[in-house]
């Protein structure tokens, strides 16, 4: 059965203070690894999809890198509008035709001014 | 990317009804989920709707609980049935984006349920 767990369960950061976030996981093969930002009150918002170890993908302030068992959400200098869940999901290559996403339970990112 | 709306955003609703939520998409896409995130829990797939057949529930998911439609390539409808307040919840349309270049999954804005 596939697993992600994502630490820690909530992070509190001041305003330019540098951080990562961490998601372990285990799946028969991997299709791809996603992430997600979520506000409260709203739908998860893409941010990348990883495919293989050792890769790497920026957005603004975030990047996200890949090995075998775990993959980071490294934050730089982050801002107050960064605060939000931040969520990790795996995709398993089964049956060729399953897109199914398996998260884990995200990591509550708080930016203080 | 596609732009997905869903409706009702919220309702609140009595133990034994059902509901009915729609989700619409801008552009046509191929695959159709419906996920369930309650709180304090990750989000669960409840199934895959397929357009032009019967819908690929999860296990721990069932039709009757839980009935789908899939009319076209740019529509779906999820039903909770027979509704009790452990089904309070955010329902959450996500489609797979095809014309895309790359694996990427979007989500629409969810609907709040609360049962009582």
């Known amino acids: 059965e596939d697993q992600v767990t994502q630490s820690p369960e909530a992070l509190r950061l001041q305003e330019g203070e540098s951080s990562s976030l961490n998601c372990s996981y285990t799946v028969s093969g991997l299709r791809g690894l996603f992430w997600y930002r979520q506000d409260p009150g709203k739908g998860p918002e893409f941010l990348f999809t990883l495919y293989s170890a050792g890769e790497e993908k920026e957005k603004e302030r975030l990047k996200a890198t890949l090995t075998k068992k775990e993959s980071f959400l490294h934050i730089t200098a982050p801002k107050p509008e960064d605060s939000a869940t931040y969520l990790c999901?795996?995709?398993?290559?089964?049956?060729?035709?399953?897109?199914?996403?398996?998260f884990g339970k995200g990591t509550l990112l708080t930016v203080n001014p | 990317s596609a732009v997905i709306s869903q409706k009702p955003s919220r309702d609140i609703c009595q133990r034994g009804t059902s509901l009915t939520i729609q989700c619409q998409v801008d552009?046509?896409?191929?695959?159709m989920f419906w996920y369930r995130q309650q709180p304090g829990q990750s989000l669960t797939l409840i199934a895959t709707a397929n357009q032009g057949s019967e819908a690929t529930y999860e296990s721990g998911f069932v039709i009757d609980k839980f009935p789908i439609s899939r009319p076209n390539l740019t529509f779906s409808t999820l039903t909770v049935s027979n509704m009790s307040p452990e089904d309070s919840s955010i329902y959450l349309c996500?489609?797979?984006?095809?014309?895309?270049?790359?694996?990427?999954?979007?989500f629409g804005p969810g609907t709040r349920l609360t049962v009582l």
């Open positions: 552009s046509q896409v191929t695959m």
């Open positions: 999901a795996v995709q398993a290559v089964s049956g060729g035709s399953n897109y199914k996403l398996t």
């Open positions: 996500s489609v797979r984006d095809v014309n895309g270049r790359d694996n990427e999954q979007f």
